[in-house]
C-alpha cells in the first residue's frame, strides 16, 4: 500500500496562532487525499477531500475558512488551522487513496491548542 | 443519515482464543468495505478489505465476514495476540454526491490477555 508522512507528529500552540500540517503521500502520486479529525476515544470523522489542482471539497459542518487545505502537487496536501482555539485541539489524520478505493493513512498530527 | 456502528464497545480475549469483531451498517448502496486497526497515537492500518458481491475473504489469520441481507459485517482474528491489541474500526465506502466518500463506524477496543 502507499506510505503517508504526516508532519509534525505533535504541536502545541496558542490560541489565536496559525497551523500547518503536511501530509506527503512517499510513494505513490495522489489525485485525492482526505483530512480527517479525531477526538479521544472517538472515531475518525472526514472533514474534507483534498483535491490535486483544485479546490477541496468540505464536509458538512466543517469550516472552510477556518480550515484551509492546499493540495498543490500529487504529492503533497497541507491543512491550516487558522485562529486555534482550544476546541481544535484533536487528532488529525490525513489518507491517501490508493487503487481500488482503498485508503492508506498517515500517523497522525496532535494538535494541542493552550 | 446513513451510520456504521458496531455492537460491542470493548471485547476481552485470552491470548490464543479467537476473536470476532462485529460490525452493522445502514446504508445500502454501500459496495466496499474495510477493516482498519488502529493502535493509540497512531493512524489507521489497513487489515483487509471485502467488495459487495463477495460474503468472505480471508488474509492471514483475518477473515471478513459480510451478511447484505442484514447489513452486517465480521472482522475475525484467529489465535489472537498481545499485538493484536488496538482499536479496530470497520469502514463502509459509497458514492455521495459523486465521489466516493468512506464512513467510520465507532470502533472496538480489543484487549488481548496474555
Known amino acids: 500500500g502507499a506510505v503517508v508522512s504526516q508532519h509534525p507528529s505533535r504541536v502545541i500552540c496558542k490560541s489565536g496562532t496559525s497551523v500547518k500540517i503536511e501530509c506527503r503521500s512517499l510513494d505513490f502520486q495522489a489525485t485525492t487525499m482526505f483530512w480527517y479529525r479525531q477526538f479521544p476515544k472517538k472515531s475518525l470523522m472526514l472533514m474534507a477531500t483534498s483535491n490535486e489542482g483544485s479546490k477541496a471539497t468540505y464536509e458538512q459542518g466543517v469550516e472552510k475558512d477556518k480550515f484551509l487545505i492546499n493540495h498543490a502537487s500529487l504529492t503533497l496536501s497541507t491543512l491550516t488551522v487558522t485562529s486555534a482555539h482550544p476546541e481544535d485541539s484533536s487528532f488529525y489524520i490525513c489518507?491517501?487513496?490508493?487503487?481500488?478505493?482503498?485508503?492508506?493513512f498517515g500517523p497522525g498530527t496532535r494538535l494541542t491548542v493552550l | 443519515g446513513e451510520s456504521v456502528g458496531l455492537h460491542l464497545p470493548t471485547l476481552s480475549v485470552q491470548e490464543g482464543d479467537n476473536s470476532i469483531i462485529n460490525c452493522a451498517y445502514s446504508?445500502?448502496?454501500?459496495?466496499?468495505f474495510i477493516w482498519y486497526k488502529q493502535e493509540s497515537g497512531k493512524g489507521p492500518q489497513f487489515i483487509i478489505d471485502i467488495r459487495s458481491n463477495m460474503d468472505k475473504r480471508q488474509g492471514q489469520r483475518v477473515t471478513v465476514l459480510l451478511n447484505k441481507t442484514v447489513k452486517h459485517l465480521s472482522l475475525q482474528i484467529a489465535a489472537t495476540q498481545p499485538g493484536d491489541s488496538a482499536v479496530y474500526f470497520c469502514a463502509e465506502n459509497a458514492n455521495s454526491g459523486g465521489y466516493q466518500k468512506v464512513t467510520f463506524g465507532t470502533g472496538t477496543k480489543l484487549q488481548v490477555i496474555p
Open positions: 446504508n445500502s448502496a454501500s459496495d466496499y
Open positions: 489518507s491517501v487513496r490508493g487503487g481500488a478505493d482503498t485508503q492508506y
